[in-house]
T-cell receptor, first 113, second 110 residues
């Protein structure tokens, strides 16, 4: 079955360490996205990518970085510069940028202490 | 910029009650509108969508109609079940990535 795989489901890190969240899709979708979810704040867009080797900042990109070297993969690095990194992170993909719905992974819950 | 406003929760209903979750939007042009559902500990799943004015999206007994005149896309279900307990997100897509409302938590009690 096609889908989006995020790993790991739970991740724990010490403050000051960078951490990379994995996102892989086998849906052959061009566009991929990273959202952050916090209680009571809905989903906020971190980064998105329309095609390989290209990506754009979303609303809350500070303290995060991404790469898109392969169509299937869109890893997110949470750097030590992110002031409040503990959150639920969701990766998504879509056929293209406008109009088509997003397909989501099951998320990674990151806890930084 | 584009934005979505949905009613705040939590919403608690008895089984078989009627559900309405209000959603209004602000956007330029003619966005597509969506409702997503999130069960505990999971990602979001597409529930239904509508791509133009007066379209009605429906799935699993849920319905929503794209109302351009009132810029609304309210979610309704005639008879909720305990299994409908989840968080519901209204969203729109114009020329930018998906914009979400803050979500409405629904709890259905037997």
């Amino acid at each position: 079955d096609g889908g989006i795989t995020q790993s790991p489901k739970y991740l724990f890190r010490k403050e000051g360490q960078n951490v990379t969240l994995s996102c892989e899709q086998n849906l052959n979708h061009d566009a991929m996205y990273w959202y952050r979810q916090d209680p009571g704040q809905g989903l906020r867009l971190i980064y998105y990518s329309q095609i390989v080797n290209d990506f754009q900042k979303g609303d809350i990109a500070e303290g995060y970085s991404v790469s898109r070297e392969k169509k299937e993969s869109f890893p997110l690095t949470v750097t030590s510069a992110q002031k409040n990194p503990t959150a639920f992170y969701l990766c998504a993909s879509s056929i293209e940028m406008t109009g088509s719905p997003l397909h989501f992974g099951n998320g990674t819950r990151l806890t930084v202490t | 910029g584009d934005s979505v406003t949905q009613m705040e929760g939590p919403v608690t209903l008895s089984e078989e009650a009627f559900l309405t979750i209000n959603c209004t939007y602000t956007a330029t042009g003619y966005p597509s509108l969506f409702w997503y559902v999130q069960y505990p500990g999971e990602g979001l799943q597409l529930l239904l969508k509508a791509t133009k004015a007066d379209d009605k999206g429906s799935n699993k007994g849920f319905e929503a109609t794209y109302r351009k005149e009132t810029t609304s896309f309210h979610l309704e279900k005639g008879s909720v079940q305990v299994s409908d307990s989840a968080v519901y997100f209204c969203a729109l897509r114009g020329n930018t990535p998906l914009v979400f409302g803050k979500g409405t938590r629904l709890s259905v009690i037997a």
